[in-house]
């Protein structure tokens, strides 16, 4: 089994794609760890505010195949395959890490933007604080830590999880 951490964001009908993201993955992958979702101003472009989180996940699939299913979800829940790296998006969920695969074929793993992106490395570091970026070899914690928090802006919020067993796993996270 290969521990894999997903990032999930949405800036269009936010709550709705977000939550049929998570409901998509649990169907894929079954039970997932949640991170506190995130609200963040739109990043390379300017459009809506987007929320922002990380599942963690336990699979069998090779990495390319998982991020195929990945691109499917967002397909299926509004997202165009034409669409332009810098847009609104209804949904938009990347393959961040394969347990400590490092590759550029088919999918890049780990992720670039993790280091770059306060979207993506707060929900990591609250994730899985203690995991070392296997390029960088630092935990994301100290990533988190050492990141200029100024760079970008970024703030827990509330969410309400349709099921309440996903408000259990979101409020321990």
């Given amino acids: 089994m290969a521990q894999i951490y997903i990032s999930v964001g949405s800036n269009i009908d936010r709550a709705h794609y977000i939550q049929a993201g998570i409901d998509a993955m649990t169907a894929?992958?079954?039970e997932l760890k949640v991170s506190s979702v995130f609200e963040s101003e739109?990043?390379?472009f300017n459009?809506?505010?987007f929320y922002n989180l990380v599942v963690g996940a336990d699979t069998q699939l090779p990495a390319e195949e998982v991020a195929q299913c990945l691109k499917q979800i967002e397909l299926e829940n509004g997202r165009t395959p034409d669409s332009r790296k810098f847009s609104p998006r209804t949904l938009d969920l990347d393959l961040l890490l394969?347990?400590?695969l490092i590759t550029h074929q088919g999918v890049q793993l780990p992720r670039d933007e993790i280091p770059h992106n306060a979207f993506v490395l707060w929900p990591l570091a609250e994730l899985a604080p203690d995991k070392v970026h296997p390029i960088l070899g630092k935990s994301y914690r100290v990533l988190w830590q050492n990141y200029d928090k100024?760079?970008?802006k970024l703030w827990k919020i509330p969410f309400n999880w349709k099921s309440s067993e996903r408000n259990n796993q979101h409020d321990n996270a």
């Fill in 150 to 152: 100024s760079s970008q």
């Fill in 42 to 44: 739109a990043v390379g």
């Fill in 28 to 30: 894929l992958f079954g």
């Fill in 47 to 49: 459009g809506s505010a």
């Fill in 98 to 100: 394969y347990d400590d």
